[in-house]
């Protein structure tokens, strides 16, 4: 599962941008309960990963909420990366939670003119094959996310079998996705799942895309509006010599 969770903040029209966008500087108890039912969401999952979450800082009462989620849904390994830190206001930050013990965690700095977005690459299996799953938020400018993938499309042809998820502010059809598939052996086999706005859907921004050597059972979006983004969920079938370890 791929999942932009506003760092719990419940979004359901255009204007609680206005209404409630002091809550992403700001702490509010409402927070919590909503992260409990992301929780509940995903614990179904396996892998997740988890953008727009706080690290730990005023805004979220200093709860680092990849930990907090881990603990909701009883995932024993998590790791987060965060980006961008405005004082004690705010640690933007992205997570993984997982079912199965990683052998690497990665981070990277993605390229562009404002920093604040990277790359989180968790490596599963092995020795002899992987499974490298890359989790990223990208930028908001088309110039900046075309170097942002150059640079993520040599972090996947480093192994054979790889998932790329997160928030990639693009649509499928764009010419930042083709430049991706164009360079990589990566590709999106369900297109169109559309998850924002969550209270009507009509972009396709978040987006898992898996190397040729996976099978896929199966992809969808969750219909729970608790985000401003709907999660994006795949069912993948490994090849029999990977391994994941719990």
């Known amino acids: ?3 932009n969770i506003q760092t719990g903040i ?16 700001l702490p509010h108890g409402s ?19 988890l953008q727009e979450i706080d690290a730990g800082s005023l805004r979220s009462g200093f709860v680092n909420q990849t930990a907090y ?4 849904a009883d995932f024993p390994y998590w790791h987060f990366q965060t980006n961008r830190r405005i004082g004690q206001i705010a640690r933007h930050s992205n997570g993984v939670l997982s079912r199965y013990r990683p052998l690497e965690v990665r981070e990277h700095k993605l390229p562009g003119m404002i920093p604040g977005r990277g790359a989180l690459v ?20 088309r110039r900046t996310r075309l170097r942002q993938l150059a640079y993520i499309a040599e972090l996947v042809n ?13 649509l499928s059809d764009s010419r930042e996705l083709r430049l991706l598939r164009d360079h990589t052996d990566l590709r999106e086999p369900l297109h169109d799942l559309l998850t924002y706005p969550s209270w009507r859907p009509r972009r396709n921004i978040d987006h898992i ?15 729970y509006p608790l ?13 029999d010599d990977v391994v994941l370890v719990g």
């Open 31 to 49: 927070r919590a309960d909503n992260l409990e039912r992301i929780g509940g969401i995903i614990r179904g999952f396996d892998i997740v990963g």
């Open 69 to 72: 989620l881990a603990e909701c």
């Open 158 to 170: 480093r192994n054979r079998h790889t998932v790329i998820m997160g928030d990639l502010n693009c």
């Open 122 to 141: 968790l490596r599963f299996g092995g020795p002899a094959e992987s499974l490298d799953v890359i989790l990223v938020h990208l930028a908001l400018g």
């Open 227 to 239: 985000s401003d983004h709907l999660p994006i969920t795949m069912e993948v079938s490994l090849p």
């Open 209 to 223: 895309l898996v190397s040729s050597t996976l099978r896929v059972r199966a992809a969808e979006v969750l219909d």
């Open 1 to 3: 599962m791929s999942y």
């Open 10 to 25: 419940e979004t359901r029209y255009y204007h609680h941008y206005l209404t409630r966008g002091w809550r992403h500087v």
